[in-house]
């Protein structure tokens, strides 16, 4: 069984595999808010596997976010 901080991790390096957002920066804050709000309310493992299958509509938000 995976916990909050290991999803956490996995999620954001899905997540920022172009690189895009920069600790601190307001995207990061932004998803690292919304993500940790998603593994509270699925569990850390359904909120990982909700960002895998979707994925790319995320990061299309975050590229109009770090712009």
Same mark, same amino acid.
């Given at each position: 069984m995976m916990d909050k901080s290991n999803a956490m991790i996995k999620i954001?390096? &899905?997540?920022? !595999?172009?690189?895009?957002?920069?600790?601190?920066?307001?995207?990061?804050? &932004?998803?690292? !808010?919304?993500?940790?709000?998603?593994?509270?309310?699925?569990g850390p493992e359904e909120a990982l596997k909700d960002v895998r299958h979707t994925k790319e509509h995320l990061v299309a938000q975050i590229h109009q976010m770090a712009m």
């Open positions: 954001m390096t &899905i997540l920022n !595999e172009d690189g895009l957002m920069i600790p601190g920066g307001r995207a990061h804050r &932004i998803v690292t !808010e919304y993500m940790n709000f998603k593994i509270d309310r699925m």
